[in-house]
């Protein structure tokens, strides 16, 4: 009974990088992020090729309220939801931002943070 109450409790809903909402464990540190020296289409082109590589590309979007300076997209790798958010911070800096959660919704710090280093290996090729 205690575990019901406490499942109840922290579920919730959590709005991921991309700006869009989905049922998951709000508590919690769940996005890495990194910036590049590279372009918007250079760095989105780098996190498509990972999630390809990785697992399977669901969705690919521009966020509301945003420009074309802004690209996201949702994947899954190994049963994981992934989200990975591009944009620009000035002409010349890129930040890429990445969030894993399990099937369950809880929190891949661990894979979000892989996910964003392979990222930046595709980006040094």
Known sequence: MAFAAIALMTAGCVTTVSDT?????????????????R??????RAAIQVINNDGTLLTEYIPHDTTNTVR???GRVNQNKVWMRVEAVDPQITQIS?????KWGNQDLDMAHELE?????QLAR
């Open 21 to 37: 909402k989905v049922a998951g464990n709000p508590l919690g540190r769940d996005a890495v992020a990194g910036r590049y020296q």
């Open 39 to 44: 372009s918007v289409d250079e760095v989105y």
């Open 72 to 74: 996201a997209f949702m």
């Open 98 to 102: 990445v969030e894993a959660r399990t």
């Open 117 to 121: 280093k392979e990222v930046a290996l």
